[in-house]
């Protein structure tokens, strides 16, 4: 598969940017927010909906900003947790956005990611980043979960069904762009317009299901093995097949 993906690349004239930046987001505040507002729809709602939070909220995309900090400012500097009515609020008067997952507001959603990462006692993006990391996918090798991974992946997405802390519309797709926001560009993101892509790419009437983590797995793996072999992160090859396909639709 990582053969086909290579071939593509070259074939269309695509080259992977080797300068991906794993810092766009500082702060894990931010980096929670680009994760749960990109969920089916384009990144420039995105970011207008991020740009209006940061004027309207005072709470600007810096390394210092604490997810604890962020949590005050949505239940409006009480100890009670906010009611349905105020995360509407706070979606529509504060973002200028009310998108929803999974029939709740991504304000709450996001929210709900934060509360996580602060209770556990990490605060900013710099603390999940110094968490021990695992080994990342090669050509010959599935790597090792490192504790951010398996933070987000088991205890917020709960893909081995053991979690108590399961946040709701934080699925598969959405747990791996919350570690590529936080820094992790040996991830790529299973999203639809990725899946559609690579489907494409393999051929022989293949077409990996979203949500299926075998699959994600089998992706990840071609991708990392072509960027190996290009000299590139994972996540550039991901965002440069996302990006071609997105361009597409």
């Known amino acids: ?39 089916q729809v384009r990144f420039s709602v995105v970011e207008k909906a991020l740009a209006t939070f940061a004027e309207k909220s005072g709470l600007r995309d810096t390394p210092e900003l604490t997810f604890s900090g962020f949590l005050a400012f949505v239940r409006d500097e009480t100890d009670v947790r906010p009611s349905t009515e105020r995360f509407d609020w706070v979606a529509e008067h504060i973002f200028g956005y009310r998108g929803k997952i999974s029939g709740r507001t991504k304000v709450e959603v996001a929210y709900d ?36 991974e398996r933070l987000v992946m088991q205890g ?30 040996d991830f790529v993101k299973p999203d639809t317009l990725l899946l559609r892509r690579v489907g494409h790419i393999v051929g022989r009437g293949w077409q990996p299901k979203s949500g ?30 996302w990006k071609y396909e997105s361009a597409r639709s």
């Open 113 to 148: 990611v934060c509360e996580f990462f602060a209770a556990k006692g990490y605060e900013t993006k710099r603390d999940l980043q110094a968490l021990p990391a695992g080994k990342p996918f090669t050509c010959t090798d599935t790597g090792e979960s490192g504790e951010l």
């Open 156 to 185: 917020i997405v709960n893909l081995d069904g053991k979690s108590p802390y399961k946040v709701r519309g934080m699925g598969l797709a959405l747990g791996a762009y919350l570690l590529m926001c936080l820094g992790r560009t």
């Open 1 to 39: 598969m990582s053969d086909r993906i290579i071939t593509f690349l070259a074939d269309e004239g695509i080259a992977p940017n080797g300068l991906f930046d794993a810092d766009w987001r500082k702060s894990g505040v931010y980096a929670v927010l680009d994760c749960v507002f990109s969920s």
């Open 212 to 241: 299926d983590e075998a699959d994600y797995l089998l992706i990840r793996q071609a991708i990392s093995c072509a960027a190996e072999r290009l000299g590139q992160p994972a996540a550039a090859v991901d965002h440069a097949l």
